[in-house]
Every structure is written in C-alpha cells, then in structure tokens.
C-alpha cells in the first residue's frame, strides 16, 4: 500500500517563498522516485521537479527550466517526506502541486515523463502579484 499526501499549499506574495511537503507512507519501497507536478484548470499537466533515491541516499534531483535556481527538492529519508521548497515565487507558479511515486531502475527513469504509478490529491498554491 502506497500513500502520498501533500501539504504546505497557500496563498504568498510574489517574492516569497513556500515549501510544500509530500509525506509517503510505503512499506514496500515502491516509491525510489517522486516528482512533483502542477496543473492549471485548462493546461497540461507540468512537471517541476523530481527526485531519485538509492538504499535511502538522494542520488539525482531534476528541474524544470522555469524553477531551477528558484525550487530546491529534497528527500528526508527517515521522515519519508519529499519536501519542495519554492523561492522567489511569481504569478506563473500558481496552480495545484501534486507529488508522484514510482519505482525506477536507474535515475533516467525518473522524470516528468514517466509514469507514476502513486498520486496525492494535490494542493494548491496562489502567488498575488
């Protein structure tokens, strides 16, 4: 049984700064690769960023071009929360962030472009301008 929930969504001011967290609860270690996605009523689905564990230890994180240098993910093994911490937010990065699990047998295998077997329900973030 796998299950991810999001949290940290709200409304902040562009400039700010958010963090979004992803608790997992997996016990059966099928989630080595979590992304996080966003989507606005109307658009594709887009991905952010993702990131790739090995034996519990961070091996590759991956960005977006329109978040890198201003998204950071990390892993808390021990936790078992995928944390995306959002810097110098602007008004394009308002939608629904979802996190996403899957297994993943090398790091390549872990990006926007796979499938993701495990959802959370997604959770919303405003930017005011």
């Known amino acids: 049984q796998v299950h991810l929930e999001e949290s940290g969504g709200g409304s902040v001011q562009a400039g700010e700064s958010l963090n979004l967290s992803c608790r997992i609860s997996?016990?059966?270690?099928?989630?080595?690769?979590i992304a996080w996605f966003r989507q606005v009523p109307g658009k594709e689905r887009e991905g952010v960023a993702s990131?790739?564990?090995?034996?519990?230890?961070?091996?590759?994180?991956d960005y977006a071009s329109a978040v890198k240098g201003r998204f950071t993910i990390t892993r808390d093994g021990a936790k078992n929360i995928v944390s995306l911490q959002m810097d110098s937010v602007k008004s394009e990065d308002t939608a629904t962030y979802s996190c996403?699990?899957?297994?993943?047998?090398?790091?390549?295998?872990?990006?926007?472009?796979?499938?993701?077997?495990?959802w959370g329900q997604g959770t919303p973030v405003t930017v005011r301008s």
């Open positions: 996403a699990g899957r297994w993943a047998n090398f790091k390549f295998q872990c990006g926007p472009g796979e499938d993701y077997a495990f």
């Open positions: 997996d016990s059966e270690g099928r989630t080595n690769c």
């Open positions: 990131i790739y564990s090995e034996h519990g230890a961070t091996i590759a994180a």
